[in-house]
Every structure is written in structure tokens, then in C-alpha cells.
């Protein structure tokens, strides 16, 4: 109870508006839109035990900063707008961001092969590897294993000796046919600018991008940000009963950095935010902007219905047109949401410090909350529908895959999918986790067992013969089977109540 009554109690509103924005920099009336905002995550950290939240909202020509609660339950330090959080794979359009302004500077092309760069890159599939593409490793469709996490080490080799060891990693479908989150894939293009720029990943990133932009809160290492203010990760504790300060699960390998190492403020996103919506700033060209924000590869669901991947930005339709521009990020005890909608000068970013701040993040960046309130859209409709147990049949199977953890152990994820009741039960070890409706064909939503519905969205991928093969699950495909096919030594335990792989 101490516990919850500290989550409640602190969350002390502190508005810190960015510099140019006279109307929030003036004290004058706030948008009751932006207080409901406030109001709606002061209650979700109540309730869901977030100890610190940070946002930053640009809304109809204003910037917003705001930061809620505490660092650690530890050692209560107020959260503010230059507090750093891990943001995970929203680092991601960082890396694409530094490959594009490569690009521009003629120093690569998105369309030739990464072999062009790195000629002795190589995967299992020595002929995959050899044609897949710049472009396909940034937008998810290289078709190799994706959840490749080996800790080669925090010198400045780390890369290297990661992009080597990806000579282990199976081609799980042919590139450029289909979309499977690819974080192996992502450091494969951290190596890609260590090499053409001739220095580590993270100074190239620095000198492309934080430092141009003049992002001081963000950087790769709290030790290039002395005297910072850093959002502890919180996870449940043993027992399953409270939440806990676990300062240790923010370390990443150094390799990981492409993908997801990224440590950043709300007040730094929001700078960002207002970079790719087209703020003028001189970085990229807009044609390049454009650019990282059309022409999608394949596409499914990532948590939400996407068109594809542009240059690793998520492109996510609305019923009403406009085109939501996105991405999260997911590390133990720290999540985030980061979303935009450019025809409507709209960007939101949410950072929290606990394992459960997926919970918080539904509504705000997955819902239509947010999106209908500050930009007037909606997602696509998506009504739950019952099926005849003859239309549920071919979804029926075991489907599994795997990832290759931080000391190269493989470890798995089996579970079953079995029609019942109009829906699909979606059970691990034999026991109901979830339930999943159609609502399109191969298209589902996520229920609780209970029934209720979520804003979470997955879909099924056909092989050629027109059949199920696959499940998309958290971005990721698992493939389709008629019975078990998982040795028991390799399953780790699926959390339903938060359905994030490691990083995404």
C-alpha cells in the first residue's frame, strides 16, 4: 500500500514549456485538452503503478513539457522535462535518420545491396545475405531472425564482432515479401555508418544528428551526461506484489545501441518531433524527410495496423486519411510511445520508468485517444466479429519462434491457437492468455480473457499456397505448426498482460 500511495501522491504536475512558446511560456491558460491529458496520466500511474512519467505534446503550435512523480521509489527525485529515460527502439529513426543523411552526402544508396559496404557480411543464408538491400534492413523485410540480443562486449569493437556472429542468425522467409521487427537488422545498420563515416556509431550519431540539433539530454551513456537527472527502471519484485526500483536493468550491450540504446529527455524528443514534422531546421532536405515517411515496405501490425515501414518510421493509416507517423520503445522497466501526425503540425511522446507503463501507453499511443483529441483522427475500424468454428479451422496450430539472448543462449516461445466460441483462444502451457476476434479477414483484436477488448491488433501472414503459416505477434512472425515442435528447454515464459518482446 506504501507503495501505490507514493505512485498517487507524487504525481506533481510541473510544466516546463520549450523555449518560443509564449502562450504555455506565459502562464496562460492551458487547452483543456492538454489538461485532460495531464488528468488521464496522473490517473494511469495511480493505477497502474508508474512511478515517473515525462511527455511532450506539440498541439496546435505549442510545445508541451510536462514530468510526473519520481526517478526512483528510492530515492524520490522529482521527474521534469530534461529527465533522461531509455527509449528503446525509438532510437531506431535515429539510425535511419544518420543513414539518410549519409545518403544525401552520396556515401550510400538505399537500394544496393549492404554486401556493397560490408563485404563480408554474411548470414546462414549466404544468398539472402548477399542481396538484401540497405532499404530492407531499415524497413523490417530483410527476412532474417530479428531478436539477436549477444553482448559482444562495450569497446569500440562491439559492433563488429555483432555483425560477425550474424553468420548464425536463419532466413525466416525471403526478403523483401513480408515484415518481421528486426533489431539484428538495425545494428547492422549502426555498422553500416561505422564504416562509412570511419568512427563508432555513437560519436557518428552525435555528429550527424544530437549535436546539429542540439539535443543536450541525449546520448548513448549516462557518463556523457554528467549531473543528470535518469528515470531508474521499476519491475514487480519476486513475489509479483509491488514494484520495485531495479537500477541494474538499464544496462544494454553496447552492440544494441542501433536498435534501441538511446537515452533521451521528453524536452529532447519533442525537439525531435518538430525536426521530422519540418520545422526548417538544416539537416536533411525535405525531400529526404518525405522520404524516411512514405514508399512502406510490407505490412501487418506492430501493436497498431501499420501500411509498412518507411525508412524505420512505423506509417500507420486513420479512417479519416491523414497519415500517423510513429514508434515505441520497450526495455526492461522503461517504455515509450512517440507519435506524429505531419498534416496536423501533431507529435506526442510519453517516457515512463516501469514495467508496467505499456498499460499507461495503450490508450495514449496504440487508442484513439490522443489521436482523436489533438489531431482528429481515428484508427481504422476494427468491430469484433464471431466466425463459424469452419472459418476458424485453418488458424488452428502451435506456433513458435525464438531469439538468441545476451549469451548466445536460444530460447523460444510456443503457444496454441485453438477456435472456440466464435474467436480464437490463444493459450501458453495449455492455459487461455488471451482471446483473439477477427474483425477483417486475418486481422485480429486482442481480448482478455474476460472479453474485454484492447486497442492491441495482430494479423496472420498466407504462405504461397494461400494457407496460414504464420502469426504476427508483437511484430514478430511466429510460424505455424500441427503440432508442438519447441524442446521445453528452450521456452521462456510469456507475460500476456504485457505482450512486449525484449526490445521493440
Excluded at 46 to 52: L, M, N, R
Amino acid at each position: 500500500m506504501k507503495r501505490r500511495t507514493l505512485l498517487g501522491g507524487t504525481a506533481a504536475l510541473t510544466a516546463l514549456p520549450l523555449t518560443g512558446t509564449p502562450a504555455a511560456a506565459s502562464g496562460n491558460r492551458v487547452p483543456a485538452a492538454v489538461r485532460e491529458l495531464d488528468e488521464k496520466i496522473q490517473q494511469a500511474m495511480a493505477d497502474f503503478f508508474v512511478p515517473g512519467v515525462a511527455y511532450g505534446l506539440r498541439y496546435r503550435g505549442v510545445d508541451y513539457v510536462r514530468g510526473f512523480g519520481v526517478t526512483s521509489l528510492d530515492d524520490p527525485q522529482p521527474v521534469d522535462g530534461d529527465t533522461v529515460f531509455r527509449v528503446a527502439s525509438t532510437s531506431k529513426p535515429f539510425t535511419g535518420t544518420a543513414i539518410m543523411r549519409l545518403v544525401e552526402r552520396g556515401r550510400i544508396d538505399l537500394d544496393r545491396t549492404v554486401r556493397s559496404y560490408l563485404p563480408d557480411f554474411r548470414t546462414a543464408d549466404a544468398a539472402a545475405s548477399a542481396r538484401v538491400t540497405v532499404r530492407q534492413i531499415l524497413n523490417h523485410s530483410a527476412g532474417f531472425l530479428g531478436d539477436f540480443f549477444l553482448d559482444t562486449g562495450q569497446d569500440d569493437d562491439a559492433l563488429a564482432r555483432y555483425v560477425a556472429e550474424m553468420s548464425r542468425l536463419p532466413q525466416l522467409f525471403p526478403r523483401g515479401k513480408a515484415y518481421s521487427y528486426n533489431n539484428a537488422a538495425l545494428s547492422l545498420a549502426g555498422r553500416l555508418i561505422e564504416v562509412v563515416t570511419g568512427t563508432t556509431y555513437e560519436r557518428a550519431v552525435h555528429n550527424l544528428i544530437t549535436g546539429p540539433l542540439g539535443q543536450r539530454h541525449s546520448a548513448f551513456s549516462l557518463d556523457e551526461l554528467p549531473g543528470v537527472r535518469w528515470a531508474v527502471p521499476h519491475l514487480p519484485n519476486a513475489a509479483q506484489t509491488e514494484i520495485v526500483p531495479v537500477p541494474e536493468a538499464w544496462a544494454m550491450p553496447r552492440a544494441i545501441n542501433p536498435a534501441g540504446g538511446l537515452i533521451s529527455s521528453a524536452r529532447d524528443q519533442l525537439r525531435w518531433a518538430r525536426y521530422h514534422l519540418g520545422d526548417g531546421r538544416p539537416l536533411l532536405r525535405p525531400r529526404s524527410l518525405r522520404a524516411m515517411q512514405s514508399n512502406p515496405g510490407p505490412g501487418g501490425t506492430l501493436y497498431v495496423e501499420l501500411d509498412g515501414f518507411g525508412v524505420t518510421w512505423m506509417l500507420r493509416p486513420t479512417a479519416e486519411g491523414p497519415k500517423v507517423v510513429q514508434h515505441g520503445g520497450d526495455w526492461a522497466g522503461q517504455h515509450s510511445g512517440f507519435l506524429m501526425v505531419p498534416e496536423k503540425d501533431f507529435a506526442l511522446t510519453v517516457l515512463t520508468n516501469s514495467e508496467t507503463g505499456p498499460v499507461l501507453l495503450d490508450d495514449l499511443v496504440a487508442g484513439d485517444w490522443a489521436l482523436s483529441r489533438f489531431a482528429g483522427v481515428h484508427n481504422l475500424p476494427a468491430v469484433p466479429r464471431s466466425l463459424s468454428d469452419v472459418q476458424l479451422a485453418p488458424y488452428r496450430g502451435f506456433y513458435s519462434g525464438f531469439q538468441i539472448g545476451f549469451d548466445g543462449e536460444t530460447v523460444g516461445a510456443e503457444f496454441e491457437i485453438v477456435p472456440d466460441a466464435g474467436q480464437l483462444s490463444f493459450r501458453y502451457l495449455g492455459t487461455e492468455v488471451l482471446r483473439l476476434a477477427f474483425y477483417r479477414k486475418d486481422y485480429v483484436l486482442v481480448l482478455a480473457p474476460d472479453g474485454t477488448v484492447s486497442n492491441n491488433r495482430f494479423d496472420f501472414v498466407r504462405d504461397r499456397d494461400g494457407s496460414v503459416g504464420w502469426i504476427r505477434y508483437g511484430g514478430r512472425l511466429y510460424r505455424r505448426n500441427d503440432a508442438p515442435t519447441m524442446p521445453a528447454a528452450t521456452l521462456r515464459t510469456l507475460n500476456p498482460a504485457l505482450p512486449r518482446p525484449i526490445l521493440s
